[in-house]
């Protein structure tokens, strides 16, 4: 059974980081795309990064160069980060992360259709 568990959410004032991480289990796949993407109640859902097998990574506009996707495997777990630097009121929101469930390498147009999400970690930015 695949679990996605996210850690790492909290609070912090503007301009501050936060490090968020998903952890992996029961997924087999390494070399895949996985991403984050965020909500907040009453918006829709909101991709943030995406990072596929090869380590290519995407972000969306809002996030550039103040956030970092990557990923970490070794001790044989499978970790998605997120590092989040210069924080704005604007990033709070509950922080989600996703894997591909065929274990596609590259980030498919319609990854969303099928992945496995995590529970989800709360990010509150504060002005």
């Known amino acids: 059974q695949v679990q996605l568990v996210e850690s790492g959410g909290g609070s912090v004032q503007a301009g501050g980081s936060l490090r968020v991480s998903c952890t992996a289990s029961?997924?087999?796949?390494?070399?895949?795309?996985m991403g984050w993407f965020r909500q907040v109640p009453g918006k829709e859902r909101e991709e943030v990064a995406l990072?596929?097998?090869?380590?290519?990574?995407?972000?969306a506009n809002s996030v550039k160069d103040r956030f970092t996707i990557s990923k970490d495997n070794t001790k044989n777990t499978l970790n998605l980060i997120l590092q989040m630097d210069d924080l704005k009121p604007e990033d709070t929101a509950m922080y989600y992360c996703?894997?591909?469930?065929?274990?596609?390498?590259?980030?498919?147009?319609?990854?969303?259709?099928?992945?496995?999400w995590g529970q989800g970690t709360q990010v509150t930015v504060s002005s």
């Open positions: 996703a894997a591909d469930r065929g274990g596609r390498w590259y980030c498919a147009s319609n990854f969303l259709d099928d992945v496995y």
């Open positions: 990072i596929d097998g090869d380590g290519t990574t995407k972000y």
């Open positions: 029961g997924y087999t796949y390494r070399r895949t795309c």
